[in-house]
């Protein structure tokens, strides 16, 4: 399903004119900014309408984009509805629609690069007449400067200032802007917003040299007094020498590149991997293994595999019904002063895609019958696999499973994920014949995997895992229950 730009809330328009009203300047709330130019000459004045095409928002944990592919070209006429680019995220990539009518008139972020969310990355001309004008404005925004200049004072006549209506190419989320009293705007990226707070920078009195007149780090580190650090040309001749031996080191030389060596930049989806990894440091969280028999659960899954049904939507259907009777391990914590229980049991399940890994989620799991949930899951893969998962298809997450017994791994400790509603993770060893000891000693032979749940110590403590785990391998143990 392709991502539509209408989002949940609006953002304001901007209107410029080439002279400033003694009025409150009016603003119209629409689901994207539009910016109107206005010219005027001795006969007749000249609206050209021309719009950005923002880099969208496509998950929670999403901070920039990268082109895929446009689909339409400059020149193209836009309907409503219309794909118009491929935007790959740290999760998936997505068809991005316009969501009104107009002319593609420039492409600001070409294939294969990247840009921050509510980056523009294209202009969008109501008429012909105005493509010229926006490839000019594309190619100032591409060499760095400002296109749209801020109104000054002037003891002119009043002069109405222009609304527009709604606007075309929208994206799911839109950049940080912040209006100020008067007819002055003030637009900058969220980065640089932060970097205005930690350096206590008045942005009113910051001059954007971004696209379209934005602020950006740089900015705002000039305005602070940072001193960019620019890379120093080795010295070569004998008269600098003594300059540099008598520099002081600040840090050890970094290790050479071992000879032959590739690098290869992090794809988006890795580096987001790599992010939330980081962030799973700030959770505490403790581990708790559990041996669990399976004879019965193999038996059953020899019965229904023919169906469909595989040995991950079995545990996937076990775990939500032991997370039915102990919702505390369903719950999750974000801001470490409370906790949340949810009121769904939506089990999202690792699966390894080219170049990442994602976590589909199995919504209301303990709900759907086993064969429903095994259709549901086919589908979720292959959705998965082809990066074409919405994002409520793996960022709605209550509980995680990661299977690695399916590749012979018979134990295994999971990290648990950050950022979604999740409070713990279940590792899943393989299924191997071991020798078991029963109340009277005897031994005998039988079919026993691993599980290591990692949980969220802040909300789940060693009893409530023992529990749930206990629960757990009884369903496996005696799986009739998950056929019914």
Request: glycine share 6%; proline share 8%; with cysteine.
């Amino acid at each position: 399903m392709a991502s539509s730009l209408l989002q949940s809330k609006p953002t304001p328009s901007l209107s410029f004119s080439s002279s400033i009203s003694t009025t409150k300047p009016q603003w119209r709330f629409i689901s994207s900014p539009a910016v109107t130019f206005t010219r005027r000459s001795k006969h007749s004045t000249v609206n050209a309408k021309i719009r950005e095409i923002f880099m969208p928002a496509l998950s929670s944990t999403m901070t920039e984009g990268k082109i895929v592919n446009w689909i339409k070209s400059e020149g193209d006429v836009l309907s409503k509805g219309e794909s118009v680019v491929v935007v790959e995220s740290d999760k998936a990539d997505m068809d991005v629609e316009t969501f009104y009518d107009g002319i593609l008139a420039a492409i600001v972020v070409p294939e294969g690069e990247s840009a921050p969310v509510g980056a523009p990355i294209g202009l969008l001309a109501e008429t012909e007449a105005e493509i010229e004008e926006a490839k000019a404005k594309a190619a100032s925004a591409g060499s760095g400067g400002g296109s749209v200049p801020a109104p000054a004072p002037a003891a002119v006549p009043a002069a109405p200032v222009v609304s527009t209506p709604a606007t075309a190419a929208v994206a799911v989320s839109t950049p940080a802007v912040a209006v100020a009293d008067g007819p002055k705007k003030v637009v900058l990226t969220p980065f640089a917003k932060k970097l205005a707070k930690q350096h206590k920078v008045d942005i009113n009195k910051v001059v954007g040299t971004g696209p379209f007149g934005r602020i950006t780090p740089a900015d705002v580190e000039a305005a602070a007094g940072i001193v960019p650090v620019k890379s120093v040309a080795p010295v070569t001749t004998a008269a600098a020498a003594p300059v540099a031996a008598a520099a002081p080191a600040k840090s050890a030389p970094a290790l050479p590149d071992v000879p032959g060596a590739t690098i290869v930049p992090f794809t988006t989806m890795q580096a987001a991997v790599s992010k939330n990894m980081i962030e799973s440091l700030s959770v505490p969280t403790f581990r708790v293994g559990y041996p669990v028999m399976t004879d019965a659960l193999d038996a059953l899954y020899a019965k229904v595999k023919s169906k469909g049904v595989t040995m991950t939507a079995l545990l996937a259907k076990a775990a939500a019904m032991a997370l039915a009777q102990h919702p505390v391990v369903n719950a999750s914590c974000k801001d470490g002063k409370s906790f949340t229980y949810n009121s769904s049991i939506n089990i999202a399940v690792a699966v390894a895609i080219n170049g990442g890994l994602i976590t589909p989620v199995l919504q209301d799991a303990d709900k759907l019958d086993l064969y429903l949930l095994s259709e549901k899951w086919k589908e979720l893969v292959e959705k998965a696999r082809s990066k074409q998962l919405q994002p409520h298809e793996y960022n709605s997450g209550t509980f995680t499973l990661s299977n690695l017994g399916m590749f012979g791994v018979d134990r295994f400790d999971a990290i648990l994920p950050p950022g979604q509603a999740c409070g713990a993770i279940m590792a899943v060893g393989a299924s191997k014949p071991t020798p078991v000891a029963d109340k009277d000693g005897y031994f005998s032979v039988k079919n026993q995997m691993l599980v290591n749940v990692t949980a969220d110590h802040r909300i789940v403590y060693g009893a409530d895992l023992a529990a749930f785990l206990k629960t757990f391998a009884k369903i496996v143990q005696e799986p009739d229950s998950l056929t019914m």
